[in-house]
């Protein structure tokens, strides 16, 4: 992998990193499929332990590329009661399970839920199916992954350490995530303020590293041509909006939805999105209420070379970010540098780290959180001005693969775990 020498190439060190995931896999959680294979590739032993099982109805190419084997938790301990009391059993012999049903206990007063009886159960059978030779937990997410990953480590004696992203940042108690912070070895996320937040709960900063995920270019190649110059005016030739993120509060689809009923009946444009979600059927209802049914277009979830081709066909890339009602919000969402990948203009909000990747104006355009009057402005404008969208989608191509490529961030985080590798297992 570029730019690990070979001093700290994970390649000649003995690591067994068992990864911990809420689910696998997941078509809207691609950021943590490249990184396991990119880390394959830097040599890294990796075993994938997911709390869920797969519900999407396709896979990513990357996901037929891993070779990491996976198992699954118990999604439900009254599922699988004898698996969970054989382990339960195995567990409570290891020589640090008091210390972990301690540690538990006490979260369980402070958070008296069957989700938190739920994450015992499942690090016990973390702990008690882990290979022989495992040389750390690696979480990702900080809120249920993080907890198993926790109470696994409290019983086995290994070291783990933790991957934060966004609603598991935002939606974490400020006591759970001083605890796992003062207890981890080190922890990544993906954004600067993701990072100076969790810094700020840290025992030290420095225990805190900021990682953006990137794109594998490989991956998403530049376009083969350039857009048609369309401007609104034609009927039989709209502009084509696309908006990709799952149908929950925090992806702002309910502002978009109103931000589009305010343009004009003379402006011509189309919206795809892609993703699935809960909220599908009521933003569905909502565009017909509104008017819009005849110019969407809802595409569900979809592998990622749909996804490409839809960014190469669109004129204009949407998406209005919130923060949700119980502080859930988007970090740096991913397919905003997907898009920029492609030379595709993005027109955003100003949540959370999107002004990292965005400078309003420059590389992107950047309207109000929670405001469908100025998002629809916004819009207006965009979809009339095709030669400000190609100055926008080439600035913002030109960002994303100058500062946005994966390998950096990899090597960094194959570095890390190269240099926290024990002499070797705890157990």
């Not at 992998?1 to 911990?20: E, F, Q, R």
């Not at 041509?225 to 030739?237: F, K, L, Q, V």
Request: overall charge positive; glycine content about 8%; hydrophobic content about 45%.
């Amino acid at each position: 992998m570029p730019g690990i020498s070979p001093a700290k190439d994970p390649s000649h060190i003995s690591l067994c990193v068992a990864v911990v995931v809420k689910g696998y896999p997941r078509l809207s959680e691609t950021f943590i499929a490249q990184e396991i294979r990119a880390l394959e590739q830097c040599g890294l032993n990796l075993r994938i332990y997911s709390l869920r099982h797969p519900t999407d109805p396709a896979i990513h190419p990357v996901h037929r590329e891993i070779v990491s084997p996976v198992s699954y938790l118990p999604e439900y301990l009254h599922h699988e009661p004898l698996r969970v009391y054989r382990a339960w059993r195995r567990a409570r012999h290891l020589p640090r399970y008091r210390p972990a049903l301690r540690t538990w206990l006490k979260d369980l007063r402070r958070d008296f839920t069957r989700n938190r009886v739920r994450r015992f159960g499942q690090a016990c059978v973390l702990a008690a199916e882990l290979p022989a030779g495992a040389t750390r937990l690696h979480a990702h997410f900080l809120h249920t992954p993080a907890s198993v990953a926790r109470y696994a480590g409290l019983m086995t004696g290994l070291p783990w350490s933790c991957s934060a992203h966004a609603k598991d940042i935002w939606t974490t108690p400020a006591w759970e995530k001083r605890e796992k912070l003062a207890e981890l070895d080190w922890l990544v996320t993906c954004t600067a303020v993701g990072r100076d937040h969790l810094a700020g709960l840290a025992p030290e900063p420095g225990r805190v590293g900021l990682i953006y995920h990137g794109l594998d270019f490989d991956r998403w190649p530049r376009p083969p041509g350039r857009r048609p110059a369309r401007d609104g005016s034609r009927p039989d030739d709209p502009v084509v909006l696309l908006s990709v993120g799952r149908a929950v509060e925090k992806k702002g689809y309910k502002d978009l939805l109103a931000a589009l009923a305010l343009l004009p009946a003379s402006l011509h444009w189309r919206l795809i999105h892609i993703g699935g979600g809960p909220l599908t059927s009521l933003l569905r209802e909502r565009a017909e209420a509104l008017g819009l049914t005849p110019r969407l277009t809802w595409l569900g979830a979809q592998p990622q070379e749909v996804v490409l081709s839809n960014y190469r066909a669109a004129d204009l890339f949407v998406l209005a970010s919130r923060v949700a009602a119980d502080g859930d919000r988007d970090g740096l969402p991913n397919v905003l540098m997907e898009a920029q990948s492609q030379g595709l203009a993005c027109l955003a909000t100003r949540v959370s780290a999107i002004p990292e990747l965005i400078e309003d104006g420059v590389t992107g355009v950047l309207a109000a959180a929670g405001d469908p009057a100025a998002l629809a402005a916004a819009l207006d404008q965009l979809i009339r001005d095709p030669s400000t969208r190609a100055a926008l989608g080439a600035a913002g191509t030109t960002r994303v693969r100058e500062r946005f490529a994966m390998a950096e961030g990899i090597a960094v985080l194959a570095e890390r775990f190269a240099a926290s590798a024990p002499a070797h297992a705890a157990f």
